[in-house]
């Protein structure tokens, strides 16, 4: 083995390491009572689950869900369908429920709109849902927009949906996103967000 190959090893297995330890067992919070329960990301059948069980069990007021419009999530069809957000968003449960589309269709999207609720409404302690992969890099862009008390909570998929290793990549260049925009309003060039 050459010293070229043995270091592209090395480098592939410390990367598999830093993302078992980043990605596979993220600080997590434990659910605590706060101001809003804001549900990260496309709000699909296992997530929103979670969403209501939490949401049954007391941990907030207010219910705040993510939805993309359609053709946000890039897969050319041009249509996104969430019916279990949608029997949410369109029910009057005991606890109050608001429904955004983020913009741009990114978790600094969300982040975005949760400091404006946070501001608008007062909110100094909040809770944020978030698949366990997606836990460190959630906590690291909303605490650029948020400054309150944030509580990350984590739910499993059965199977992750993209694939462990397709996962860690996909993670992977979102945490190095994130560190090429380190403001909560900074983006990239090319993917600004729509509104001014």
């Known amino acids: 083995m050459t010293w ?6 090395a480098l592939a297995l410390a990367w598999l390491l830093a993302c078992w330890a980043v990605l ?4 997590t919070d434990q659910p605590s009572r706060s101001d809003a329960l804001f549900v990260l990301g496309p709000p699909d059948r296992t997530r929103m689950a979670e969403a ?8 907030a007021p207010v219910l705040v869900i993510a ?5 946000d999530l890039g897969d050319g069809s041009g249509r ?4 279990r957000a949608q029997q949410v968003c369109a029910a009057e449960p005991a606890y109050e429920v608001i429904c955004f589309r983020p913009d741009p269709s990114t978790t600094q999207g969300e982040a975005l709109r949760l400091r404006e609720l946070s501001e608008q409404r007062g909110w100094d302690h909040v809770s944020a849902l978030t698949y366990r992969q997606h836990v460190g890099r959630s906590r690291l862009i909303l605490e650029r927009c948020y400054a309150g008390e944030l ?3 984590s ?3 059965p199977q992750v949906p993209r694939g462990l290793l397709r996962e860690f990549a996909y993670q992977s ?5 994130a560190w090429l925009t380190p403001g909560c309003d900074q983006q990239l060039p090319w993917r600004p967000k729509s509104r001014s």
């Not at 070229?4 to 090893?9: E, F, K, V, Y």
């Open 80 to 83: 996104v369908h969430y019916p």
């Open 4 to 9: 070229a190959a043995a270091s592209l090893l």
């Open 52 to 59: 209501q069980r939490l949401m049954d069990a007391g941990v």
């Open 67 to 71: 939805v993309p419009g359609a053709g």
């Open 24 to 27: 596979q067992h993220p600080r």
């Open 173 to 177: 260049g979102g945490f190095a996103k």
């Open 151 to 153: 509580d990350v909570l």
């Open 155 to 157: 739910f499993d998929y």
